[in-house]
């Protein structure tokens, strides 16, 4: 299969740990020589919300504020290439383009963030779109697609199963929640939609989860295309 897998950043490498980013290398590693075809994009984390405000409080605008959180995605993109003993492009791809291009040469991709305006979640989204992969994996660091945001909202339930427009549902009702978080953007939800990506959210803080996943063993939210 051709999998894209999203690691949040807090999930790829909370405290800057090795031994937590090797143990997300040894998944990816094992995915490949099962004969996957592996494209992954990392987020920024605890630590890019650290340089944001920073950032902001020294005055830069939010477009320098989302350049600041690329850069940071791409540093957590380069602990992941320096772990993985894959074949994998030595430097993070910059544009889906890039990593396309890294796939078809038979190589693991890693990308961090691309442009201002959006986040990881979205870039995952759109590569997997345009790499017309089989699975597009999120690896977050909470168990699934819940009813509203869980750290706000005691009777939030989580989705065993959702269809695509029934995430996008989910996903704006949670967005217009003062305060809430979601474990997928809205544009990266839409995304799946139109394509008909089908999708995993899980808990990527246990990384064999993302393996067990891709062997059909959901312990999160499936995203299946609608009728
Ligand atoms: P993340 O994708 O990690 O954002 O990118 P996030 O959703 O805030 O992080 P999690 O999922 O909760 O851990 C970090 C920041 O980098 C900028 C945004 O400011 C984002 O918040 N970014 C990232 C972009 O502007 N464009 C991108 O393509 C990616």
Redesign the pocket.
Known sequence: MRIVVSI???VLAPDLEAARVEQHADIIDGLVADGHEIATVI???EI??RY?DTARELGATEYD??SV??D??RLNARLLITALDSSATPEPAETHEAARASLRRGEVAVM????????????SAMLAEMAEADLLVYA?SVPGVFSADPNKDETAEQFDRLTASELVDVISSIETAAGS?APV?LLAAKIIERSGLRTVVLDGTEPQRIADAVAGEFDGTEVVPDE
């Open positions: 949040g950043g807090s987020g920024g984390g890019a919300r944001i504020l989302d959180g690329i940071v995605t961090g963030g691309t442009v201002p305006g959006h986040t990881t979640d979205a870039v977050t978080n953007d």
